[in-house]
């Protein structure tokens, strides 16, 4: 199995910034598609941003020019950079990895624990 663990989260007033990291763990075999989903209370869980193996990115309208999503690749790690954070911005941020495991070649959907991301005054 491949385990992600989640970890920036916190509580950042209006303006400021949070990096989020993620890494990747267990039998890994092969990483494809890396990135970061949120749940804000009420809401439906939307992908804010997305990373392939070899680099391309891909953004929610709302944190375009605002976030910034990187990969380790080394590391089986997986950033976001998010400035100039807004209160709309809070939620659970989840990291979101699609992994083969050495044993399988089969590409499976892993999913993080969450980590609270509150923007507040």
């Known amino acids: 199995q491949v385990q992600l663990v989640e970890s920036g989260g916190g509580l950042v007033q209006p303006g400021g910034s949070l990096r989020l990291s993620c890494a990747a763990s267990g039998n890994i075999f092969r990483i494809n598609d890396m990135g970061w989903y949120r749940q804000a209370p009420g809401k439906q869980r939307e992908l804010v941003a997305v990373?392939?193996?070899?680099?391309?990115?891909n953004y929610v309208d709302s944190v375009k020019g605002r976030f910034t999503i990187s990969r380790d690749n080394a590391k089986n790690t997986v950033y976001l950079q998010m400035n100039s954070l807004k209160p709309e911005d809070t939620a659970v941020y989840y990291c979101?990895?699609?992994?083969?495991?050495?044993?399988?070649?089969?590409?499976?959907?892993?999913w993080g624990q969450g980590t609270q991301v509150t923007v507040s005054p």
């Open positions: 990373i392939s193996s070899g680099g391309r990115t």
């Open positions: 979101h990895a699609v992994a083969a495991i050495i044993s399988s070649t089969l590409m499976k959907a892993y």
